[in-house]
């Protein structure tokens, strides 16, 4: 056997290399029900994620659950029971509305104010793109 042969068969018995490809994911909700309220115990960890302003996360959460909600430290307390999917669905929505460049993908980019139109700047690409969702 040569050394060719031989590299071969240990190339084989490697294990598969599984690179990850995106540096960011959407981050999935934590949390549990009590009584007749939802608890997210990683709130200000989805918020630091996505690079975003606590109180635009939290609006839109309540507009598109239809419950009240408060923030207690890293916990959101959402004011009715809620399936986890469902949250994780809204925090999806809400990453491809105010996070996502429409361009690029990538979620480097900032929420900037101008003539009252509220514009999504990509610092990765330079691209703009208005908002037409409203909070």
């Given at each position: ?47 630091s ?47 491809e509305?105010?996070v ?36």
């Open positions: 056997m040569d050394y060719q042969e031989m590299l071969e068969k240990a190339k084989e018995k490697l294990p598969e290399t599984k690179k990850a490809t995106e540096r960011f994911e959407i981050p999935t909700v934590k949390g549990h029900v009590q009584g007749n309220k939802t608890i997210i115990s990683n709130f200000n960890q989805i918020v994620t996505l690079r975003r302003e606590q109180g635009h996360l939290l609006k839109f959460l309540q507009r598109e659950l239809a419950t009240p909600a408060n923030v207690d430290g890293p916990r959101l307390i959402l004011g009715r029971k809620i399936g986890s999917s469902l949250i994780n669905e809204k925090v999806k929505r809400y990453t509305t105010f996502l460049c429409k361009e690029c993908g990538k979620p480097d980019t900032q929420l900037k104010k101008e003539d009252k139109v509220l514009m999504l700047k990509c610092t990765a690409c330079g691209a703009k793109h208005p908002i037409k969702s409203r909070i």
